[in-house]
């Protein structure tokens, strides 16, 4: 009972896709249950996780942070390791079941702006979407704290994975890691090619990275180490990576840092770089779209939506 808690409560949860390389990419994303199925969207205009996906289904989901689900850090560590379906073809719908979830889910200054129509269509280049399910084959659950069970407690190296040069972590990303209340998540492959995750306590060197519990790990095998918070339901969520792979010793050597964003805070609701985003975003929207074959949009909620039509006025009626 406690798993099924855990998976429809969090607000949270980190997804991790294997790259062309085999190496693995983790990022926090919103999840859902829906029908036994795990569901994520990611942005239209930066579908990354959803080529992954679409290349290599192989996929997983840790769910690990209880920030803003009414649950709380006694919960167990719970993977959720499965193969993805990736939904890409009806970007109409996929944005309409994105809004419905913003305004069931989403944080209550985004739900009441996405009310109205005007502020959707600036946003459109944002809530255009693809929705990635994953069907759940196999979970594990252990103690916080804890190494993960057998079976998930070693990094093994693909075949195709070739380890490339080391990068120095910067001293003003060093800085920024104490801003991280929890520890980071490290993704990393399975023996059996599956991806897999856990928590784990990083000492981070410029050139090294000394890494805890202790895993079994093989000299080149690849990982991902996942820095992110979620400030309260979504109104920020900060999030950085560090990509590498394993040497002889077990420890992890950097090849390149992606997402780190600087010293202010620029990734919260109304913040000037979210908005930077979706202003470029909405402009190359409609260009992508024609180069993909697919019909321009309208950023709304379905038609099985309760919102209130005089709010609605004014907004397009007809549906595709």
């Known amino acids: 009972m406690q798993r099924e808690d855990i998976l429809a409560t969090y607000r949270v949860a ?21 029908g036994g199925r795990l569901a ?58 994105y809004v419905d ?62 380890p490339s040069g080391p990068t120095t972590v910067p001293s003003r990303v060093l800085r920024w890691l104490a801003r991280y209340r929890r520890p980071p998540v490290l993704s990393y492959i399975a023996p059996d090619g599956r991806p897999a995750m856990t928590r784990v ?27 992110h918070r979620l400030i309260g339901n979504y109104r920020a969520n900060d999030a950085f990576l560090i990509r590498g792979h394993f040497d002889a010793a077990g420890g992890l050597v950097p090849e390149r840092i ?5 010293t202010v805070e620029d990734r919260g609701l109304g913040s000037l770089n979210l908005l930077r985003l979706i202003r470029r975003f909405g402009e190359q929207l409609p260009a992508e779209l024609a180069r993909q074959g697919h019909p321009a949009i309208v950023a709304r909620p379905s038609a099985r939506t309760n ?11 007809k549906r595709r």
């Open 307 to 317: 919102v209130d039509p005089r709010v609605e006025r004014g907004a397009p009626s």
């Open 101 to 162: 979830q913003l305004l069931t889910k989403g944080p209550p200054a985004l739900r009441l702006g996405l009310r109205f129509p005007l502020l959707r269509a600036v946003m459109a280049g944002y809530l255009a979407r693809i929705w990635i399910e994953v069907v759940p084959e196999q979970d594990h659950v252990w103690p916080r704290g804890s190494a993960p069970p057998a079976g998930i407690s070693e990094a093994s190296r693909p075949s195709r994975f070739e």
């Open 201 to 227: 306590h990083a000492e981070v060197r410029p050139d090294r990275i000394r890494i805890t519990p202790q895993l079994v790990t093989h000299d080149g095998a690849p990982a991902c180490l996942t820095y």
């Open 14 to 34: 980190e997804l991790v896709t294997v790259a062309r390389d085999g190496s693995p990419v983790c990022w926090p994303m919103a999840p859902a249950l829906e």
């Open 40 to 97: 994520f969207s990611t942005g239209y205009m930066y579908p990354t996780k959803a080529r992954n996906a679409r290349r290599d289904p192989r996929v997983a989901a840790l769910f690990s942070d209880p920030t803003a689900s009414g649950r709380d850090d006694d919960d167990p560590l719970v993977l959720v390791q499965g193969r993805a379906e990736v939904f890409d073809e009806d970007i109409q719908r996929n944005t309409e079941r």
């Open 258 to 262: 992606v997402g780190y964003g600087g």
